[in-house]
């Protein structure tokens, strides 16, 4: 499966953006989704993930409450809306694909070419 992230941009704190991942040439709506983000100099660090049904998602502890991920299986989207964005949460974000789920980058099969999110006033 291919996967395109966009969305991303420069927002004031407390703003919001929303990015989109778009999935082409394979059994999307069997696959789980997750987003990840690496700020520079830092590790590529977990953010959301969702199921193919939907039924199970996880968040990373730093935007709990903020962040919602979610999918639309007909659009072969997924979908991370970011409310209440922080200066910390500036990074390139990027989705990945794969059957499984997990906190960890390395478990993902398939990913996207990354979007920037900039966090500024």
């Known amino acids: 499966v291919q996967l395109q992230a966009s969305g991303g941009g420069l927002v004031q704190p407390g703003g919001s953006l929303r990015l989109s991942c778009a999935a082409s040439?394979?059994?999307?709506?069997?696959?789980?989704v997750g987003w990840f983000r690496q700020a520079p100099g830092k590790e590529r660090e977990f953010v959301a993930a969702?199921?193919?049904?939907?039924?199970?998602?996880y968040y990373a502890d730093s935007v709990q409450g903020r962040f919602t991920i979610s999918r639309d299986n007909a659009k072969t989207t997924v979908y991370l809306q970011m409310d209440s964005l922080k200066p910390e949460d500036t990074a390139v974000y990027y989705c990945?694909?794969?059957?499984?789920?997990?906190?960890?980058?390395?478990?993902?099969?398939?990913w996207g070419q990354g979007t920037l999110v900039t966090v500024s006033s």
């Open positions: 990945a694909a794969d059957l499984g789920i997990s906190r960890t980058a390395s478990m993902w099969g398939s």
């Open positions: 040439g394979g059994t999307f709506s069997t696959l789980s």
């Open positions: 969702i199921s193919w049904t939907a039924a199970n998602i």
